[in-house]
């Protein structure tokens, strides 16, 4: 590896590229007043983390080759939103008091909700349920759900006093992101997924579910210790290094050397104006 290639890797590349669009979209948005951009700026920033992690992960891995690309963002646009939607619902008053501290709650919901997707795919799709292909849906779709909590947060903060608070919701949530969501959903969908290919078949036992309920525990010790504060901001830093070893460990054996999966022909030979008469390129 050259030495640009070290201080500059593609993951860094990707993340910087994002957040510096945002950050320009908003000094426009200052020096214009034409803050009607500004949820564009908010969307750009919200994928900067996402994006530079999904990269990093892939680069070690290949695993975005093992699925066609219109695929993969279909799921990171569905995946994310069903998680966004499952949360809404059930973070909701309904199920429990908004003052409540639900620290537990929360981790069950959101861990529940990034791995749907992706684990409904594997089990409905037989031709998508290796290892390899499971951790790329899952990393669309918790870094769907990743992106659009954050989009959530930074618009909600966001108006024309408080673009300053929205800048920090985003700042910190991408440097919080290989300690958070796209780790937490990747752990327990390998995990099931390593299980069901070694059995040849779905099972829900407790060798494939392990990897979500440590997602679960980690999600929650995660936010008592942010949201408490005080004397237990110092177990943040275990928290977060808990989270990436176990990460880390959970994929060192996953690594896709298939051919890259191509999209799908969705046209009918002989179509007009379909291209079908010519040859592929």
């Keep these: 590896m050259s030495d640009s290639g070290w201080l500059f890797p593609r993951w860094l590349k990707g993340g910087l590229l994002l957040a510096a669009l945002c950050a320009v979209t908003f000094l426009v948005a200052e020096v214009s007043g034409n803050w009607t951009i500004a949820p564009t700026a908010v969307f750009l920033g919200s ?92 990393i669309v779709t918790a870094g769907g759900f990743a992106a659009f909590e954050s989009m959530t947060y930074a618009l909600y903060a966001l108006d024309d006093e408080s673009a300053r608070a929205a800048r920090r919701v985003l700042l910190e949530r991408t440097f919080i992101t290989p300690f958070g969501h796209l780790p937490w959903t990747c752990i327990a969908v390998v995990v099931a997924a390593t299980a069901w290919q070694a059995a040849h078949r779905i099972l829900l036992t407790p060798r494939a579910l392990w990897g979500l309920a440590a997602a679960i525990v980690l999600h929650t010790s995660w936010n008592f210790v942010l949201v408490e504060g005080g004397w237990w901001s110092l177990v943040v830093p275990i928290v977060a290094a808990a989270t990436f070893l176990l990460f880390r460990r959970v994929i060192a054996g996953v690594y896709y050397d298939g051919p890259t999966a191509l999209a799908a022909e969705h046209y009918r030979p002989g179509r007009q104006g379909t291209g079908a008469d010519h040859p592929p390129i």
């Design 47 to 138: 994928m900067a983390g996402p994006f530079a992690l999904a990269i990093w992960i892939t680069d070690r891995t290949r695993v975005g080759r093992s699925v066609p690309s219109d695929v993969l963002f279909t799921t990171f646009l569905v995946g994310g939103g069903v998680a966004i939607l499952f949360t809404g619902f059930f973070e909701s008053a309904f199920f429990y008091p908004a003052a409540g501290r639900g620290y537990l709650w929360i981790g069950l919901v959101e861990e529940t909700s990034k791995v749907i997707t992706a684990l409904v795919i594997c089990t409905a799709v037989p031709k998508y349920r290796s290892v390899e292909q499971a951790l790329a849906f899952a």
